[in-house]
Nanobody, 115 residues
Framework: QVQLVESGGGLVQAGGSLRLSCAAS????????IGWYRQASGKQREWVAV???????NYAESAKGRFTISSDNAKNTVYLQMNSLKPEDTAVYYC?????????WGQGTQVTVSS
């Protein structure tokens, strides 16, 4: 059973930074890709960033230039460094991992950005 455990969320002022972590049960190499999604209250879940098993990364337009996704394969952990946070970044952030035809989700971590 694959488990993804997010951490690092919290309350931060606009302009501040947070680093989210996604700890995977098993090697991150075993996944095709691991990414971050977010869901603001009353809105649909949206994709934020992804990193593949080869290390290539991709970002949503809203995240480009402010967020950085990275992985520490020795720790089986993927990070999302979020800088220059805005109130509109407030959401529950979810880790997502894909392996073959299977998709796995973490339980989410709340990020709140105050103005």
């Amino acid at each position: 059973q694959v488990q993804l455990v997010e951490s690092g969320g919290g309350l931060v002022q606009a302009g501040g930074s947070l680093r989210l972590s996604c700890a995977a049960s098993g090697s991150t190499y075993s996944f095709n890709a691991i990414g971050w999604y977010r869901q603001a209250s009353g809105k649909q879940r949206e994709w934020v960033a992804v990193i593949s098993s080869t290390g290539s990364t991709n970002y949503a337009e809203s995240a480009k230039g402010r967020f950085t996704i990275s992985s520490d394969n020795a720790k089986n952990t993927v990070y999302l460094q979020m800088n220059s946070l805005k109130p509109e970044d407030t959401a529950v952030y979810y880790c997502n991992a894909r392996r073959s035809l299977n998709t796995y989700w973490g339980q989410g971590t709340q990020v709140t950005v105050s103005s």
